[in-house]
């Protein structure tokens, strides 16, 4: 049995220590961040740096609780932005992008950017938030057996541009960024560029990710995670269930394969929330959390969702018999953080005030795009482009009285990867059948 834990700094624990168990399911998923600005800049760099481990520091210890915050935090702008409706994103990934930006910003545009994911400043240097990020992309990018497992950015910029020497060494060193030169006066031929780099880093799981891309843009930073792990121990595909019930609200139900298995997990209720948390494995390095609430108790759980809320669950997750149900589904989600952000007090990067020194010469550049696409699909064994070998399932044992687990309306689901803490993905199911 594996331990997975959350570290707050070297001496405590977080508390989130999260009791690896058996059993389940495979997933894909793909996720892209892009960030469009108009009025930038230029350097060609071939390739990306090789990643050095920075020297171990305070912050390190503190950017899972800090960036599990930030994720809960941007997930309730999502349900105020789109009630009642499936959520689904990268938090890592967002986070990573907008510490990036932020090396090359200033003044209020640079404190709202960093205040916002989390971080005190007058506690914490800037050099040790750099620090922290890079060594979280080291982590994550860092090979793992049977776990695939890539986050990466590139910077596209307009060929009549320069950027500052300093800020390409830094997101080179800091951010493994790849910098590319691009002439965007010739709309379709950068659109394809950027979209053929695209499918190339997701193996062609994403394909025309860029559209109707703006004569006057000069810089666009696209952001992407691969990631494919296996369950520990698949579902039997014999036993799903086609055209089980599903929940999406009061008056409304749909159709959906349901995955079932009888086997021992990591679970938990909790009475003060009124939710049913699931802790389910993959086979290296990543578990997934599937939190079901209540009937009429979503939006509580929902504002009641932090760092403490998972150290809470950690002491009380059990390990017992469950006859569990899950859907099989894709889901697929896209956002124009523009629209969000700014309530979460990042808004100079918009206005016409944007203080970025530090990333060019040029003055009057803002941040006028800022676009997130994920997609997920969760099955039995795996994805259905990839050849599973032929699994034998024995018979479970005919032994009644297991508490059920039947994820048959809304729910939340969370994907983590351990050896950083990080809150990978993190969503919720209105709809299954929903593209």
């Not at 967002?94 to 400043?121: D, K, P, R, V, W």
Request: hydrophobic fraction near 40%.
């Amino acid at each position: 049995m594996e331990r997975f834990c959350f570290l707050r700094d070297a001496s405590d624990f977080l508390g989130m220590c999260y009791y690896l168990p058996s059993k389940m399911s495979l997933s894909l998923y793909l996720v892209f961040l892009v960030f469009e600005l108009h009025c930038a800049s230029l350097k060609n760099s071939e390739g990306s740096s090789t990643c050095h481990f920075p020297q171990q520091n305070a912050t390190l210890y503190k950017m899972s609780s800090i960036n599990a915050d930030f994720a809960f935090n941007l997930y309730r702008n999502f349900t105020v932005e789109i009630p009642d409706r499936n959520i689904f994103f990268s938090p890592v990934s967002i986070s990573a992008s907008l510490a990036m930006l932020s090396l090359g910003a200033f003044s209020s545009t640079q404190t709202q950017i960093l205040e916002s994911l989390g971080f005190n400043l007058t506690d914490t240097p800037m050099t040790e938030i750099q620090q922290g990020f890079q060594h979280l992309i080291c982590s994550l990018n860092f090979p793992k057996k049977d776990l695939e497992l890539r986050m990466g950015n590139a910077l596209f910029i307009g060929k009549q541009f320069k950027l500052l020497a300093q800020f390409l060494d830094d997101v080179k060193s800091l951010y493994e960024t790849e910098v590319f030169s691009t002439d965007f006066s010739n709309v379709s031929a950068a659109q394809q560029d950027i979209n053929t780099y695209v499918e190339k880093q997701t193996k062609r799981k994403d394909v025309g990710l860029i559209q109707d891309l703006k004569p006057n843009t000069v810089m666009i930073l696209v952001n992407y995670i691969n990631f494919q792990a296996q369950w520990e121990n698949p579902f039997a595909p014999s036993k799903t269930e086609e055209g089980s019930s599903f929940l999406v609200d009061k008056t409304t139900m749909v159709k959906v394969p349901m995955m079932h298995q009888t086997e021992q997990y990591y679970h938990l209720v909790d009475t003060e929330l009124n939710c049913t948390v699931l802790q389910m494995d993959y086979t290296k390095n990543a578990l997934a959390l599937f939190v079901l609430p209540n009937k009429g108790h979503m939006e509580r759980v929902e504002w009641a969702m932090s760092s403490k809320t998972l150290k809470k669950w950690n002491h009380l997750l059990q390990k017992g018999w469950i006859d569990l149900f899950v859907p099989k589904f894709s889901i697929s989600a896209s956002y124009d953080l523009g629209s969000i952000l700014p309530n979460m007090g990042i808004q100079d990067v918009f206005a016409e005030n944007a203080d970025f020194p530090g990333l060019t010469e040029n003055s009057g550049l803002k941040l006028s795009r800022a676009a997130h696409k994920a997609v997920l699909h969760i099955g039995e064994m795996g994805t259905e482009e990839e050849t599973v070998p032929e699994v034998k399932f024995l018979d479970q044992p005919k032994i009644t009285l297991h508490p059920i687990i039947q994820f048959d309306r809304s729910f939340i689901l969370l994907i983590l990867e351990k050896s950083t803490r990080s809150i990978l993905f993190l969503g919720k199911v209105v709809d299954p059948t929903e593209v």
